[in-house]
T-cell receptor, first 115, second 115 residues
Framework: DSGVTQTPKHLITATGQRVTLRCSPRSGDLSVYWYQQSLDQGLQFLIQYYNGEERAKGNILERFSAQQFPDLHSELNLSSLELGDSALYFC??????????????FGPGTRLTVL | ELKVEQNPLFLSMQEGKNYTIYCNYSTTSDRLYWYRQDPGKSLESLFVLLSNGAVKQEGRLMASLDTKARLSTLHITAAVHDLSATYFCAVAPGVRIQGAQKLVFGQGTRLTINP
C-alpha cells in the first residue's frame, strides 16, 4: 500500500457524461500527479499540482480539468466523455523536492469505462 | 521532446535464467526510475537512479544508469516466477524545479517467467 488513495475504484458511464475522480496524497506529500494508462497510448502524464498550484501540464485534453484543494487532495474532472477516454487513471504523489529522489508513489487507480 | 524507449517489449524466459531490459532516453536527465506493475494493479517503485554510474540492487534485480549514453538497464538474475510483471522505466526531463517533476514513461516490458 503506497499511502495514496483514489476513489472510485471503478466507474462505468455513458458517452457525453461528466465524472470526477478523487485522489488523496500520502501524508506529507505536496505534489499530486495525474496519469492516464491505456493500451494504445501507454502511460501518459496529464497534469501536476504542487501545494495547490498547477505546475506542469502534459497531454491533457481541454475536456479534462483538475484542481488541488487546500487539504491537498486533488480531483480530476472529465467531461463530454468519449469512448476513447476509457482507461486507467492513476494519481501519484511526492514530497515535491528539488533535490534527492522525490519518488512518485502511485495510487491504486480508477478504471473508467465509457459505453 | 523527451522520448523513452524500452526493449524488449515482451520477454518470456525460464526460471533460473538471466536477462536484461534496456531503457534509452533522448534528452538529458539526472533522474531515472524503474517501476513494476502487476496485471490490473498500480505501479510499485523499484529503483531511483540519480547519477552517472549509479547502481542499485534489490534481490534478483539490479538497475544501472549511464547518463552519457542515456541508457539504463534492469538486470534480472536467476529469474523466479514471482518476478513476472510489466516493468517500466521513467525519466524526469530537464532541470529539476521544486514542485515540478513530471515523468515520461517507456512503453513497458512485459516479463513472463515460466517454471
Amino acid at each position: 500500500d503506497s499511502g495514496v488513495t483514489q476513489t472510485p475504484k471503478h466507474l462505468i458511464t455513458a458517452t457525453g457524461q461528466r465524472v470526477t475522480l478523487r485522489c488523496s496524497p500520502r501524508s506529507g506529500d505536496l505534489s499530486v500527479y495525474w496519469y492516464q494508462q491505456s493500451l494504445d497510448q501507454g502511460l501518459q502524464f496529464l497534469i501536476q499540482y504542487y501545494n495547490g498550484e498547477e505546475r506542469a501540464k502534459g497531454n491533457i485534453l481541454e475536456r479534462f480539468s483538475a484542481q488541488q484543494f487546500p487539504d491537498l487532495h486533488s480531483e480530476l474532472n472529465l467531461s463530454s466523455l468519449e469512448l476513447g477516454d476509457s482507461a486507467l487513471y492513476f494519481c501519484a504523489s511526492s514530497v515535491g523536492l528539488a533535490i534527492g529522489t522525490d519518488t512518485q508513489y502511485f495510487g491504486p487507480g480508477t478504471r473508467l469505462t465509457v459505453l | 521532446e523527451l522520448k523513452v524507449e524500452q526493449n524488449p517489449l515482451f520477454l518470456s524466459m525460464q526460471e533460473g535464467k538471466n536477462y536484461t531490459i534496456y531503457c534509452n532516453y533522448s534528452t538529458t536527465s539526472d533522474r531515472l526510475y524503474w517501476y513494476r506493475q502487476d496485471p490490473g494493479k498500480s505501479l510499485e517503485s523499484l529503483f531511483v537512479l540519480l547519477s552517472n554510474g549509479a547502481v542499485k540492487q534489490e534481490g534478483r534485480l539490479m538497475a544501472s544508469l549511464d547518463t552519457k549514453a542515456r541508457l539504463s538497464t534492469l538486470h534480472i538474475t536467476a529469474a523466479v516466477h514471482d518476478l513476472s510483471a510489466t516493468y517500466f522505466c521513467a525519466v524526469a526531463p530537464g532541470v529539476r524545479i521544486q514542485g515540478a517533476q513530471k515523468l515520461v514513461f517507456g512503453q513497458g516490458t512485459r516479463l513472463t517467467i515460466n517454471p
